[in-house]
C-alpha cells in the first residue's frame, strides 16, 4: 500500500481518484489547503504525488518545482493542459510523468504503480489470488506445490491481472504495462505474451485461469 497525495482542486475528479486508489490498496491524501499546498502535501509524507496543474491559488507548475526542490518524492502531473510546452515544463521542473485528461483509471493506475516500483515505494512483493501466489521479486508463480519461473512479460502480465483481481483489464491498459505505450504494438503480440503465460501456469495445473472478455480485456 502507498500513501498518495492528490492535489486537484476540482472536486467530483478528487473524489473520483480517492476511490480508485481505495480500490487498489492505496491510501489516498487528498490536499485542500491551497494557500499553503507545498507543506500541506510534505506533511502528508506521501509516496506519490497526483498533481493538477490548474490549481485556484499557484499554478501547478510552481508547486511541482517547489515540492521537487524540497523533497524527491515522485510527481506524476495529471492534467487537461495537454500542451507540448507544459509537458516539457513539468518534467523540466522534476515531475517524473505527465499524464492528459481525460484519461483510462487503468492507465494511469499502471502508471503509478510502475512508478512506485522504480523507487522502492511498494515493499510488498508477493500476491495471492485462487490458489496461485505470486512472487514479484523472485518473479516465479506457485500452486499445487509446484513453482515456475516467469519471463519479464509474464510477470508484468500477471501481476497487472492480479492487482486487478475482479476486474476487467483493458488490452491497452496491458500493452501499456508490458511496453509503456499503446502505440505501434501489433495487437496480436499481446495475444502471443497472453497465451504463452497461460501455457506457463498450465505447467502448474492451472487451466481456465486467465479470462478473456471480447473485445474488452483480460481478467483474474
Known sequence: MARIAIIEDDESIRSALSEMLQKNGHEPVVVT?????VDATLEASPDLVLLDLNLPSLDGTV???EIRSRSSVPIIVV?????EIDE???MTLGADDFIAKPY???????RIEALLR???GMAATTMSHSGLTLDVSRSTVTANGRTVELTKNELRILSLLMRSAGA???RETIMVELWDSDAFVDDNTLTVNINRLRQTLARLGVNDYLVTHRGQGYSV
Open 33 to 37: 489547503s491551497f494557500d499553503r499546498v
Open 63 to 65: 508547486v511541482c518545482r
Open 79 to 83: 492534467t487537461s493542459r495537454t500542451g
Open 88 to 90: 516539457v515544463m513539468c
Open 104 to 110: 483510462s483509471s487503468h492507465v494511469l493506475l499502471v
Open 118 to 120: 522504480r523507487v522502492g
Open 168 to 170: 476487467i483489464v483493458p
